[in-house]
């Protein structure tokens, strides 16, 4: 059942990224972008407590790093850090 939640938030995370664009920010907030679709991707393909853990410092390092995280975004971030426990894996 975890893992279904997981994905279905991997999922919802996902469907954030292709709705909203980052792409009138500053050339860091679309690298940090960048950095967490590829985190997303490496998860996907590979779940691991390695990945998981490499997504979830992407996501922080994106709200670091970018101050106008659109809100549809930040909701599907915010949801997959809190169904994440990358201790499972």
Known sequence: MKKIKLFFAFGMVCAGFF???CAPKADRCNELYDDV???????????????CNDYKNS??????GCAAIPAST??????ALESMDCSVY
């Not at 679709?37 to 990945?51: L, M, Q, V």
Request: zero cysteines.
């Open 19 to 21: 709705l909203t664009s």
């Open 37 to 51: 679709s590829a985190a997303i991707t490496a998860f996907g393909s590979n779940p691991s407590e390695a990945s």
């Open 59 to 64: 996501i922080s390092d994106y709200y670091d």
């Open 74 to 79: 930040r909701a599907s971030l915010d949801a």
